[in-house]
T-cell receptor, first 113, second 111 residues
Framework: NAGVTQTPKFQVLKTGQSMTLQCAQD?????MYWYRQDPGMGLRLIYY???????DKGEVPNGYNVSRLNKREFSLRLESAAPSQTSVYFC????????????FGDGTRLSIL | RKEVEQDPGPFNVPEGATVAFNCTYS??????FFWYRQDCRKEPKLLMS???SGNEDGRFTAQLNRASQYISLLIRDSKLSDSATYLC????????????FGRGTSLIVHP
């Protein structure tokens, strides 16, 4: 998915370790989003950045922090990983308007032991 | 009540069948609607937008019923490759523009 690139693709952490998930886009979109997807739960919004320089909490922000480094990059940090944060994480981009769909990266599969 | 609801399925249909999914939403201020497709262990990908007058893209037809607050996706002449999870997405008007995703409907097309 050349438009939205996530790194790493897979990661295994121990409880208490920290980690930053990276997301970069070349679609010139203003807005960027971080979701987690768990079986039976669907996609849940963690944080989003409507435009460069702003970030806001989503539905499930606890345990996470984000940085909108510039227009292209939006990172998600787990300061002290917990097993409950084992999930698939998706970054998405969009134009933060009512009629524009989002475009997703191919995900980061994170396991916390 | 969840804001966006979908029957999780799975819908198990033979090749060539016609299948339809509905997605109900609770907020009447909802403005925009989309269908995404998600293959196993892959990212969601936009399938089509849903317009007020209904719209078609090949074998796929999307419709919106504002009075009853639901959107639908009809797939004609199902192919094996249509097997996936279909997510509906609703965006509200009024400034937040945060998409709300349904949990998805699983479709399995068998030979």
């Amino acid at each position: 998915n050349a438009g939205v690139t996530q790194t790493p693709k897979f990661q295994v952490l121990k409880t208490g370790q920290s980690m930053t998930l990276q997301c970069a886009q070349d679609m010139n979109h203003n807005s960027m989003y971080w979701y987690r997807q768990d079986p039976g739960m669907g996609l849940r919004l963690i944080y989003y950045s409507a435009s460069e320089g702003t970030t806001d909490k989503g539905e499930v922000p606890n345990g996470y922090n984000v940085s909108r480094l510039n227009k292209r990059e939006f990172s998600l940090r787990l300061e002290s990983a917990a097993p409950s944060q084992t999930s698939v994480y998706f970054c998405a981009t969009g134009q933060h308007s009512s009629n524009q769909p989002q475009h997703f990266g191919d995900g980061t599969r994170l396991s916390i032991l | 009540r969840k804001e966006v609801e979908q029957d999780p399925g799975p819908f198990n249909v033979p090749e060539g069948a016609t299948v339809a999914f509905n997605c109900t939403y609770s907020n009447s201020a909802s403005q925009s609607f989309f269908w995404y497709r998600q293959d196993c262990r892959k990212e969601p990908k936009l399938l089509m937008s849903v317009y007020s007058s209904g719209n078609e893209d090949g074998r796929f037809t999307a419709q919106l019923n504002r009075a009853s607050q639901y959107i639908s996706l009809l797939i004609r002449d199902s192919k094996l490759s249509d097997s996936a999870t279909y997510l509906c997405v609703v965006i509200q008007s009024g400034g937040s523009y945060i998409p709300t995703f349904g949990r998805g409907t699983s479709l399995i097309v068998h030979p």
